[in-house]
Antibody
């Protein structure tokens, strides 16, 4: 069974940093392209970042470029999102997902709240 | 950036009826790389359709996708009570891999 389990969310002050993790199981993680998608409370889905299977290629939404870094540890089947210079508008549930062409599985999400 | 515009914003139908949801792109979606997701309150999205018209694993055949270029459609042939939810389209042909704003399918 494919499982994606996010962790690392919480309350952080504006300007602070947080690292999200996504533990993957039930599929060949090292072969999969992975994404982070976020959803602010009561709002729609917003794509954040993508990484290819070996980590050599990454891409970001403009609103996180220079602040967020996506990475992966294929030896431990884990995806990461390092977030810095956080703003109130980054408050959202963050989901890790497999690419649609690879089954499009989603985790349950982890809530990040940016507030003083 | 490709902007996806979904219509209608809200669709009110009864169980057993046919639902047609639209997703229009501001420019052509590369290789038909368009997906549809269903999201219910408090849950993560679930992939329904990928590559415009391929059903994801376990998705009933009452869900179908069609389209090309800039115009795409999700059709639910006969609505079941569990189909009332919010639906999103997403293009993954060109970064940023944008989503539409969603269509809420509600019970009439």
């Amino acid at each position: 069974e494919v499982q994606l389990v996010e962790s690392g969310g919480g309350l952080v002050q504006p300007g602070g940093s947080l690292r999200l993790s996504c533990a993957a199981s039930g599929f060949t993680f090292k072969s999969s392209w992975m994404h982070w998608v976020r959803q602010a409370p009561g709002k729609g889905l917003v794509w954040v970042s993508r990484i290819n299977n070996d980590g050599s290629s990454t891409t970001y939404a403009d609103f996180v470029k220079g602040r967020f870094t996506i990475s992966r540890d294929n030896a431990n089947n884990t995806l990461y999102l390092q977030m810095s210079s956080l703003r109130a508008e980054d408050t959202a549930v963050y989901y890790c997902t497999r690419s649609p062409r690879e089954g499009g599985y989603w985790g349950q999400g982890t809530l990040v709240t940016v507030s003083s | 950036e490709i902007v996806l515009t979904q219509s209608p914003g809200t669709l009110s139908l009864s169980p057993g009826e046919r639902a047609t949801l639209s997703c229009r792109a501001s420019q052509s979606v590369s290789s038909g790389f368009l997906a549809w997701y269903q999201q219910k309150p408090g849950q993560a999205p679930r992939l329904l359709i990928y590559d415009t018209s391929s059903r994801a694993t376990g998705i009933p055949d009452r869900f179908s996708g069609s389209g090309s270029g800039t115009d795409f459609t999700l059709t639910i042939s006969r609505l079941e009570p569990e189909d009332f939810a919010v639906y999103y389209c997403q293009q993954y042909g060109n970064s940023p891999y944008t989503f539409g704003q969603g269509t809420k399918l509600e019970i009439k």
